[in-house]
């Protein structure tokens, strides 16, 4: 059960990273609320899970020039050249909202077709998906004791 649990949150992590609409905060709530797998393991799963999936967004973005006329591509260009022009105007710091709803997947898009680097790129993902996640922990874990 243990391993079931933590792949299921690593799979609705990485699904909800990418540009693909889901959410991952309600599976974590309720693997906390299920009490079979220590929160800091979920957390950390839910972690790399989404910031694995916002990878797959910066790269979509380093091939974005190549890619973005087919008709499968995920954003269309009106939502592109919003994150894009917010990406120019804040920069790499605007990947600290990569957690957001809405905004968070079109910015790491954004932030590969502006070539940011990998680096950099990671490390603040990484704080704003496991800020989430520690946040929603937060919320969640009170309500359940």
């Known amino acids: 059960?243990?391993?079931?649990?933590?792949?299921?949150?690593?799979?609705?992590?990485?699904?909800?990273?990418?540009?693909?609409?889901?959410?991952?905060?309600?599976v974590l709530a309720g693997l906390l609320a299920a009490g079979d797998v220590?929160?800091?393991?979920?957390?950390?799963?839910?972690?790399?899970?989404?910031?694995?999936?916002?990878?797959?967004?910066?790269?979509l973005g380093r091939a974005c020039h190549r890619?973005?006329?087919?008709?499968?591509?995920?954003?269309n260009p009106g939502t592109l050249d919003r994150a894009s022009g917010w990406y120019r105007r804040y920069g790499r710091w605007s990947l600290l909202l990569s957690w957001a709803p809405v905004i968070g997947d079109p910015l790491t898009l954004a932030a590969g077709l502006l070539k940011e680097p990998l680096p950099s790129f990671?490390?603040?993902?990484?704080?704003?998906?496991?800020?989430r996640y520690l946040a929603v922990a937060g919320i969640a874990l009170p309500f359940m004791a």
């Open 122 to 131: 990671l490390l603040l993902v990484t704080v704003a998906k496991l800020a």
């Open 67 to 75: 890619l973005k006329d087919r008709r499968w591509f995920p954003v």
């Open 1 to 26: 059960m243990l391993l079931l649990s933590l792949w299921g949150m690593f799979l609705s992590a990485f699904i909800a990273a990418t540009l693909f609409p889901a959410q991952s905060e309600l």
């Open 38 to 59: 220590p929160p800091g393991w979920l957390i950390g799963v839910a972690t790399c899970g989404n910031v694995l999936g916002s990878l797959v967004n910066w790269g």
